[in-house]
């Protein structure tokens, strides 16, 4: 069992840079890969990036790609997204997603979900 929870949402312009973080509690994290995903209002839930168990493989998402940057520290138990150049339609409430193997660009492979943090980008 693995319980996540994000943090480092919020409001900001377009154009910023904002930093999410989600720690993972349970052990062997670095056995699972991460993913953040986000849903905005109306819309489905979108893949947006995702990151191997090691940190050596990330994928990304086409609507992100080159202006966001998954990482993680095994040794913190934290999967970070670092967001730069945002845009308003990057507006939604951000999950970040757990699961065994690697990772993976569909939503439906993640097991372990967190409750999500809120982002909103004002243009």
């Known amino acids: 069992q693995v319980q996540l929870v994000e943090s480092g949402g919020g409001l900001v312009q377009a154009g910023d840079s904002l930093r999410l973080s989600c720690t993972a509690s349970?052990?062997?994290?670095?056995?699972?890969?991460m993913g953040w995903l986000r849903q905005a209002p109306g819309k489905e839930r979108e893949f947006v990036g995702a990151?191997?168990?090691?940190?050596?493989?990330?994928l990304y998402g086409d609507s992100v790609k080159g202006r966001f940057t998954i990482s993680r520290d095994n040794a913190k138990n934290t999967v970070y997204l670092q967001m730069r150049s945002v845009t308003p339609e990057d507006t939604a409430v951000y999950y970040c997603?757990?699961?065994?193997?690697?990772?993976?660009?569909?939503?439906?492979?993640?097991?372990?979900w967190g409750q999500g943090t809120q982002v909103t980008v004002s243009s």
């Open positions: 997603a757990a699961k065994r193997g690697g990772g993976s660009y569909n939503v439906a492979d993640y097991h372990y």
């Open positions: 990151i191997s168990g090691g940190g050596i493989i990330t």
């Open positions: 349970g052990r062997t994290f670095s056995g699972y890969a």
